[in-house]
T-cell receptor, first 116, second 111 residues
């Protein structure tokens, strides 16, 4: 079925480890986004991508790396995980820029990441 | 910096009641405003998107209004049902390339 899928759904790791969260969409949407959701902060944008090989920082990019070699995939890597990165991570995609059309962002079901 | 506030943080109502959720934002220079629904353990589902040139959008029992000049939006839910129980999030797009979210209103509709 078409949609946006995130993997893994749950992940526990230790501080200092590298961990990669995967995001795959089947709509051929040009824009993809990574958010984290934390109590007291709501959802905050980490990185986004306008197309393959084009990425840009969001509100909270420190400690994260992204890449987009293919339109359908947008992995998020924590190079050296810290406890402050314990969160729920959401990937989203949209056909075009939010502000230039009436196309909403579509979200995956999230990855719950715990860093011990 | 754009800030989005949602009031109340939580709301509990009996089934059948009409209700209003509020969203306010500090910078009126937005491209659009979007309302989402989030169920526990799930991602966000887009409910309504209002372009900056529009005043309201309707979908079924949901009606969202936008007053850019005052920095306010409301989501009206008619004849609420237990299945409407969820967290409702408001988000604005200040620049077209990102969304700024409020923290949400947790709605419980009691049978």
């Amino acid at each position: 079925d078409a949609g946006i899928t995130q993997s893994p759904r749950y992940k526990i790791t230790e501080t200092g480890r590298q961990v990669t969260l995967m995001c795959h969409q089947t709509w051929s949407h040009s824009y993809m986004f990574w958010y984290r959701q934390d109590l007291g902060h709501g959802l905050r944008l980490i990185y986004y991508s306008a197309a393959a090989d084009i990425t840009d920082k969001g509100e909270v990019p420190d400690g994260y790396v992204v890449s987009r070699s293919k339109t359908e995939n947008f992995p998020l890597t924590l190079e050296s995980a810290t406890r402050s990165q314990t969160s729920v991570y959401f990937c989203a995609s949209s056909h075009s820029l939010q502000g230039l059309s009436n196309q909403p962002q579509h979200f995956g079901d999230g990855t719950r990441l715990s860093i011990l | 910096k754009q800030e989005v506030t949602q009031i109340p943080a939580a709301l509990s109502v009996p089934e059948g009641e009409n209700l209003v959720l509020n969203c306010s934002f500090t910078d009126s220079a937005i491209y659009n405003l979007q309302w989402f629904r989030q169920d526990p353990g799930k991602g966000l589902t887009s409910l309504l998107l209002i372009q900056s040139s529009q005043r309201e959008q309707t979908s079924g029992r949901l009606n969202a209004s936008l007053d850019k000049s005052s920095g306010r939006s409301t989501l009206y839910i008619a004849a609420s049902q237990p299945g409407d129980s969820a967290t409702y999030l408001c988000a604005v797009s200040p620049s077209g390339s990102r969304l700024t979210f409020g923290e949400g209103t947790q709605l419980t509709v009691n049978p």
